[in-house]
C-alpha cells in the first residue's frame, strides 16, 4: 500500500489543522492506521491510531483531549483533527499502516512504530507562539 500524507502547514498556537492520508493499493479497511510525528533531535513518537473499522482509537496522553483520529474507509483515508495546537507540537507527522488483525495485543501494537508495515512521506506541521 502506498500513503500520501497532506494538510500540514504553519499555524499559531491555539489554531487547528487537519492532515489527511490517502491510502492506494490494497483494500483500505484490512489495515489498523497510525499517525506518529517526529521533531528535530527527537525520536518518532506516537500521536494517535485507529482499528481497521475504526471502533478503537488510541491517542497519546500529550494530545488526548485536542487531536482526533477518525478513518472513511470509503475514501480510502485517514485524518487527524488537531485543535489547540501548541508550539510543542511541531514537527513531521506520518501516517502508518498495519497489516495485522484485531486481537487482544493489538492495543501494544497501535502504539508502536516497529509493528507498522507501511509509512507515508510525512507532512510538516509547524505551531509558532
Known amino acids: 500500500v502506498q500513503l500520501q500524507a497532506s494538510g500540514g502547514g504553519s499555524v499559531q498556537a491555539g489554531g487547528s489543522l487537519r492532515l489527511s492520508c490517502v491510502a492506494s493499493?490494497?483494500?483500505?479497511?484490512?489495515?489498523?492506521m497510525g499517525w506518529f510525528r517526529q521533531a528535530p533531535g527527537k525520536e518518532r513518537e506516537f500521536v494517535a491510531a485507529?482499528?481497521?473499522?475504526?471502533?478503537?482509537?488510541f491517542y497519546a496522553d500529550s494530545v488526548k483531549g485536542r487531536f482526533t483520529i477518525s478513518r472513511d474507509n470509503a475514501k480510502n483515508t485517514v485524518y487527524l483533527q488537531m485543535n489547540s495546537l501548541k508550539p510543542e507540537d511541531t514537527a513531521v507527522y506520518y501516517c502508518?499502516?498495519?497489516?495485522?488483525?484485531?486481537?487482544?495485543?493489538?492495543?501494544?501494537?497501535?502504539?508502536?512504530?516497529?509493528?507498522?508495515?507501511?509509512w507515508g512521506q510525512g507532512t510538516q506541521v509547524t505551531v509558532s507562539s
Open positions: 493499493g490494497r483494500t483500505f479497511s484490512s489495515y489498523a
Open positions: 485507529i482499528s481497521w473499522s475504526g471502533g478503537n482509537t
Open positions: 502508518a499502516a498495519e497489516e495485522g488483525s484485531y486481537d487482544s495485543d493489538y492495543s501494544r501494537r497501535a502504539t508502536s512504530a516497529g509493528e507498522y508495515d507501511y
